[in-house]
């Protein structure tokens, strides 16, 4: 059992920085941010291996955002810079007990775990 709690999400700027965190409770194979926005579907952010290979961004977020996690502390984290408008969302953290291929780590459907959410906000 995997059980995850987000913190970290606010109210920012156009142009501002975030970073949110997720404690991890249990063992987990593959880590993930996920997002949902008002009236959209969840969408992939970015995920990695908790054993350190191949994190993978959407296209949105890539060259903006950054995926690290700290063993010691059991928390991973989202680094989220130059934030936009329609970055504003609900950021889920999500995890599998398996080693995700990159092809995978996209679909929502292959997450088993979930936090509860934490709301970030971009707006002037």
């Known amino acids: 059992q995997v059980q995850l709690v987000e913190s970290g999400g606010g109210l920012v700027l156009p142009g501002g920085s975030l970073r949110l965190s997720c404690e991890v409770s249990?063992?987990?194979?593959?880590m993930g941010w996920f997002r949902q926005a008002p009236g959209r579907e969840r969408e992939f952010v970015a995920a990695m291996r908790w054993s350190g290979g191949g994190p993978n961004y959407a296209s949105s977020v890539r060259g903006r955002f950054t995926i690290t996690r700290d063993n010691a502390k059991n928390t991973m984290y989202l680094q989220m810079n130059y934030l936009r408008r329609e970055d504003t969302a609900i950021y889920y953290c999500a995890a599998d007990a398996s080693n995700l291929i990159s092809s995978s780590m996209w679909s929502a459907g292959n997450y088993d775990y979930w936090g509860p959410g934490t709301q970030v906000t971009v707006s002037s």
């Open positions: 249990g063992r987990a194979g593959t």
